[in-house]
């Protein structure tokens, strides 16, 4: 198998490369997932290429973000750049990018925020010009074994490195609490905030770092393509000893090299390592902290500043450096100068804390052995790129209501306001779509957001799907509409709907642009609590997450085990209907899912005749506040 690793600068690249690594990924100053990393310029990008081709590396370059209207030219530009400098592949998840790059000859790998999950997801990509596959992070290896044989182009699967707690390409909450978008390159992190609920504290959306070795073997009997190792934020030696580490395992290489490559590994950076989904569906959250402590060697206890080495069963050496923590609070850290005790340097008083072995002094021979960074540079230059803007023609039609509900009780008093009902309880689904259809309302089936095995089709009513495997497996249907969770965030969208909604992360004035140049018909969300994410976690109960600011967050498990994270106060935009309508919004989202009959119909009143004081009680209704969310600010 492919051993592919991360390369976040150019100090990372020969790291991997001398460690054994058959492909590296990185970025450019744009358009990559990443954009904290160091990253390359076009000069070093080209060098990049060079140097690991010259050793035999291929280069899988990140163009995975999502890409507005005003930016498409440069992204396709730079796509023909990397065409030019003999760049093996890229990495991309902008459906509209997609579209414009079918004669750009270069492999092109969807990325694992594209959301391909399932075997109809991996026919969609080779269908539309995709060569290989990151396979979502949420799939056990039972779920694998059902796609994965089958697969009409290569797959990836990621076996080392963080972990989203959310499902892939669905996070919100970055952009919605922080304004910086996971989707753009710019993820805040607030997975690794700490978080209350009435049954716990901690930092309870934390996952674990994935390790995966244990299952290289079924991997690779699977006929899966290339193990990814993310870490492209993290330094040249972890780059270095996670590649070696699999690259020797999957030589089926043993023994004192490998297990001090290991002990180094776990020393580099180390937040605690879980099997991911590979094992099941367990939870790979690890709540007690967030943040990298390095390898957890002991509780011990200090009495009058000194260790006794006796209580610690990890070896120790001098000049080894260790981190001291009680509870969650780091007390200090310092290099251990001698060991018969192991005198703390700094004033401690006597307890039991929790010792973290934060360096080796072999890693200085691992920095040593990797050297400074080559001298990368190249002369291509990237030619200046023009795509044509779809036409767009919109006649000023009523913007039509659409309901998402989850009980027949909301959707009942929904529909006298309603134009269109969204559901997503499958127990109830035909009473619901009788009930529609004797109230001349259309009905849409609403399906799941993660469906590994395909089992939730849709092909003879109206329905609406979250993901191109779902777009491919309802091809029959009645109408297709598409949810937001589709990020549709330009006017090349390429998928044939009946109607997109668009990315909830757009501004007013790229809706407006978006929806003067795309043809077909849109709808905005305007109401309720976004859903920030969907996570598969199986220890989130339904509860309400309360973070470091008093910000309060509904969670609800649905019958299936996956628990949805809602934005801590509702959507309001519904007095920007007349605006939506001049852009050419067809329709306007009123999301009421789990939420009581009185506010569907508070929000259908406001929505046919608006007043002050029906917003003053709709506000009262929903705690008090509402938001704008992106409509305003965008990311």
């Known amino acids: 198998m492919e051993i592919l690793s991360p390369v976040g600068s150019p100090e990372s690249l020969p790291a991997a490369i001398k460690a054994g690594a058959d492909a590296v990924y990185l970025a450019g100053k744009s358009f990559g997932a990443r954009a904290f990393a160091g990253n390359f310029s076009d000069s070093e990008l080209e060098g990049a290429v060079g140097y690991a081709h010259d050793h035999g590396v291929k280069v899988h370059v990140t163009v995975n973000t999502l890409v507005k209207n005003r930016e498409m030219d440069e992204a396709v530009a730079f796509v023909r750049f990397l065409r030019d400098i003999d760049a093996d592949a890229i990495i991309v998840q902008d459906l509209g990018l997609l579209k414009n790059l079918s004669s750009v000859d270069i492999a092109k790998h969807a990325s694992t925020q594209m959301q391909i999950h399932s075997l109809e997801g991996l026919k969609w990509c080779a269908e539309n010009g995709l060569d290989r596959a ?26 080392q490195g963080a972990l989203c707690y959310c499902i892939s390409g669905g996070c919100l909450m970055s952009s919605h609490i922080g304004g910086r978008s996971g989707n753009r390159g710019s993820c805040a992190q607030p997975c690794r905030k700490k978080y209350t609920t009435d049954a716990s504290v901690g930092y309870l959306l934390s996952c674990a ?14 006929g899966v393509t290339s193990l990814k190792i993310e870490g492209r934020m993290r330094s040249p030696a972890y780059s270095y000893l996670a590649t070696k580490a699999y690259a020797m395992a999957d030589k089926g290489e043993t023994g004192k090299e490998f297990d001090e490559t290991m002990e180094l590994l776990r020393t580099v950076f180390n937040r605690g390592t879980c099997d991911g989904y590979l094992g099941g569906v367990v939870s790979p959250v690890q709540s007690l902290y967030p943040d990298n402590r390095g390898f957890f060697i002991a509780d011990v206890r200090i009495v009058n500043g000194a260790i006794d ?44 804390y929790s010792i ?8 200085d021979e691992i920095k040593n052995l990797i050297g400074g960074a080559p001298k990368l540079k190249g002369e291509t230059q990237r030619k200046a790129v023009r795509t044509k803007l779809p036409n767009a023609s919109h006649r000023e039609n009523r913007t039509l209501l659409s309901f998402y509900v989850s009980t027949i009780k909301t959707m009942e008093a929904a529909l006298p306001y309603a134009d269109r009902i969204y559901f997503d309880n499958f127990d109830k689904m035909d009473e619901a779509r009788e009930i529609c259809t004797q109230a001349s309302r259309e009905f849409v089936t609403l399906l799941p957001r993660f469906d590994p095995l395909d089992e939730f089709r849709e092909n003879e009513y109206p329905v609406m799907v979250n993901t191109v495997s779902q777009y491919r497996a309802c091809k029959g249907a009645k109408r297709i509409y598409g949810s937001s969770n589709l990020n549709a965030f330009n006017s090349y969208f390429p998928l044939n709907l009946n109607q997109i909604t668009l990315s909830t992360e757009l501004s007013k004035p790229e809706i407006a642009d978006l929806m003067a140049h795309y043809p077909g018909n849109a709808e905005v969300m305007v109401f309720g609590r976004t859903e920030l994410m969907v996570t598969r976690d199986p220890g989130m109960e339904s509860c309400t997450l309360k973070d470091e600011t008093e910000a309060k967050f509904p969670v609800y498990k649905d019958k299936r085990g996956y628990s949805h994270i809602l934005n801590s106060v509702d959507l309001y935009l519904v007095d920007s209907l007349l605006d939506l309508k001049k852009m050419g919004i067809t329709s306007a989202g009123i999301d009421l899912r789990k939420r009581p009959p009185a506010l569907a119909k508070a929000v259908g009143e406001m929505c046919f005749e608006p007043s002050k004081s029906g917003r003053e009680r709709l506000v009262e209704m929903v705690g008090g506040a509402t938001t704008r969310g992106l409509y305003q600010r965008g990311v």
Not at 209 to 222: A, P
Not at 356 to 363: A, C, E, K, V
């Open 134 to 159: 990151v396979l979502a992070r949420e799939l056990t290896l039972d779920e694998l074994k059902a796609i994965v044989p089958d697969s009409p182009i290569e797959t990836e699967v990621f076996i």
């Open 209 to 222: 770092d994935l390790f995966g070795m244990d299952y290289m073997d079924d991997l690779r009997d699977l």
């Open 309 to 352: 080495p006796s209580q610690i069963e990890e070896p120790v050496g001098l000049k080894d450096g260790i981190s001291i923590f009680s509870g969650d609070e780091k007390i200090g850290g310092f290099k251990i100068m001698d060991l018969d005790p192991i005198h703390v340097p700094f004033k401690i008083k006597d307890g039991r």
């Open 356 to 363: 973290y072995r934060t360096y080796d002094p072999r890693i």
